[in-house]
């Protein structure tokens, strides 16, 4: 256990020196929530009073969604960055060392939620302005979803890279999931709005569950049931994908 | 006495299984090979594009799980106990490996932790590789700058860094410039001397030859013949000569005389030029000549050469290694 957390912490911080090395896409993958921010949001005020999006508290509602796409779009196209590392050689270098396989997954992963984080908080503070009122407590334990979305995502990202090895078929691949997802789970306007059969749809997309859970934890509802829903449907979530991406890896050695 | 195997094969078998239109397509890449390298030798593994070189060195260096067949490398078995060839073997793949983004110091010190070094000792060891490979000039730099002879050297010291008893060496030297080529070499040869076995593949025959103790010629998933460079020659046949002449009747006439002649084992006129194969073709030659010299059969040029592992290569394979190459 403790060469797997020794090899995790290695792997993590050479990926964040790679990361820290060109900051500017810390920022640049900020920038689709943050046009929303800017451009969309404005144009729910009026619309406050419809279900699920109380009059006054629009703000309150759209920006745990947000963020859940932040953790969606923000981390589903760092796949990239592992194709060309298979491309270099670097990932067959790493493994004929003895570092444990899951810590060459495990250690991208963790760069990836911990960037996701900080771009979470950023968005958050950026949001203030606007009139965001967000429980405190609320907001913390919401990060961790959106660390648990990020897990999932990156998975899902390194996991299609390590089984293309090649750059053209992932980005059409990881968009035919981002966008449907992200559609489907009420981010943009809560699906409570949507005709029965989308809700239906809705309800079998496990980031529903997420933003569902982000908005009562915004507003400090606590003893809501979607918050633990959530937690669990997208626990179970992160550990099945990261499982699969770990199996593409060990097949890339088969 | 008993000879110390670092690398012990039998009937190792890799069959690579694709999806084509929904139809299930296998490719034998290695059909059944059967090695038995020594300790402190090179060990060349010497064949075309494509006949199977990288995929049993991936098998060796865990990184391709065989389909059939058992394998040992430093007497640990292959299937059961892959941490510990890990552990003691060096690895360097034909794309090198070292991480382009990253200085090339970097990439070392990485490297000697992932082998579980300290990082006090693992930038000390680094810096010890810096010095053996006279790096320290770019070692500081992103290794994305590196020209090829730089890059090949750090990649070698990546596979070196954790002092492996066995090196894997994947076309070490493909793609070098001759200086660095020969620079390569000298480390290689320096790596022998302090005890390390050194199995290396490489589709240059001049490489197995000069470099290598003994070699594996390997073609189409199957190993054809080995031995050492000397006795792989030796068996295809004796010393080429060929006498070119001033006319078609002057080479029919030698050849008429020099027939019979004791260890000249080949023997044809082709134009007004005589090939002959023969035995120990240095000695022989001055008598020849003075057989020919007597019969006024004057000669114009002469051509010796000695058999070439391309020969070799041709005798099992009917076709030669150089036209693969200029393919």
């Known amino acids: ?254 | 006495m008993v000879e110390d195997l670092v690398i012990e094969t039998k009937g190792l078998r890799k069959t690579f299984v694709s999806k084509e239109k929904g139809k299930k397509k296998e490719v034998e890449a290695v059909k059944g090979i059967d090695l038995a390298v020594t300790r402190g030798e090179i060990f060349g593994f010497l064949g075309p594009n494509g006949a199977g070189k990288s995929t049993t060195q991936k098998m060796l260096s865990t990184l391709l799980c065989p389909t059939g067949g058992e394998a040992k490398v430093l007497r640990y078995d292959l299937a059961e106990q892959q941490e510990q060839i890990r552990q003691n073997v060096g690895c360097v793949s034909q794309a090198g490996g070292a991480d382009l983004a990253s200085t090339g110091l970097e990439n070392l010190v990485l490297q000697a932790q992932l082998y579980g070094l300290d990082v006090l000792t693992a930038k000390k060891r680094a810096t010890e590789f810096v010095e053996r490979f006279q790096m320290g000039s770019f070692i500081e730099r992103s290794a994305s700058s590196y020209s090829g002879g730089q890059k090949r050297r750090l990649d070698v010291a990546l596979g070196m860094i954790h002092h492996p008893q066995l090196l894997l060496l994947d076309e070490p030297t493909t793609g070098l410039d001759p200086q660095s080529r020969a620079y390569l070499w000298e480390e290689i040869r320096k790596l022998k001397a302090q005890g390390v076995t050194i199995f290396l593949s490489t589709q240059y025959m001049d490489e197995a030859d000069k470099l290598c103790d003994r070699i594996a010629i390997i073609d189409n998933g199957k190993v054809i013949v080995s031995g050492t460079p000397a006795e792989l020659k030796s068996n295809v046949g004796g010393d080429m000569i060929d006498f070119a002449f001033a006319s078609e009747e002057i080479a029919h006439d030698a050849e008429t005389l020099l027939t019979n002649k004791i260890d000249v084992e080949e023997i044809q006129a082709k134009g007004n030029s005589l090939h002959l194969r023969t035995k120990n073709g240095g000695n022989m030659m001055p008598e020849l000549l003075r057989s020919l010299d007597a019969k006024n059969l004057e000669v114009q040029t002469i051509m010796f050469s000695r058999p070439s592992l391309d020969d070799v290569f041709l005798k099992y394979t009917g076709r030669s290694l150089r036209e693969d190459e200029r393919k």
Request: aromatic share 10%; hydrophobic share 55%; proline share 6%.
């Open chain 1, 1 to 254: 256990m403790s060469k797997m957390l020794h090899d995790t912490r290695l792997m993590f911080v050479r990926n964040m020196q790679h990361t820290l090395r060109s900051p500017i896409f810390i920022f640049a993958s900020m920038f689709q929530p943050l046009l929303y921010l800017f451009l969309f949001m404005p144009l729910l005020n009026h619309l406050g009073g419809v279900p699920g999006l109380p009059a006054g508290k629009t703000v309150d509602v759209f920006i745990p969604g947000l963020l859940v796409m932040q953790a969606l779009f923000g981390t589903a196209f760092v796949g990239f960055s592992l194709i060309d590392d298979i491309r270099t050689g670097v990932i067959e270098r790493f493994l004929v060392t003895p570092v444990k396989r899951p810590a060459i997954l495990l250690g991208r992963v963790l760069r990836d939620t911990v960037i996701l984080l900080f771009q979470c908080i950023l968005i958050t503070l950026v949001a203030m302005p606007f009139g965001l009122s967000v429980n405190a407590g609320g907001l913390l334990l919401s990060l961790l979803l959106y660390a648990l979305i990020g897990v999932t995502m990156a998975s899902v990202s390194y996991g299609f890279a390590l089984i293309y090895k090649i750059e053209d078929p992932l980005a059409p691949t990881l968009n035919t999931i981002t966008l449907p997802v992200s559609l489907l789970s009420g981010i943009i306007l809560p699906l409570v709005l949507a005709p029965i059969w989308l809700q239906d749809l809705g309800k079998v997309n496990p980031f529903y569950y997420a933003v569902t859970a982000a908005r009562a934890m915004f507003a400090g509802n606590f003893q809501d049931i979607a918050i633990l829903e959530g937690f669990i449907i997208i626990s179970a979530l992160a550990i099945l994908v990261f499982e699969w991406g770990l199996r593409s890896l060990k097949k890339m050695a088969a």
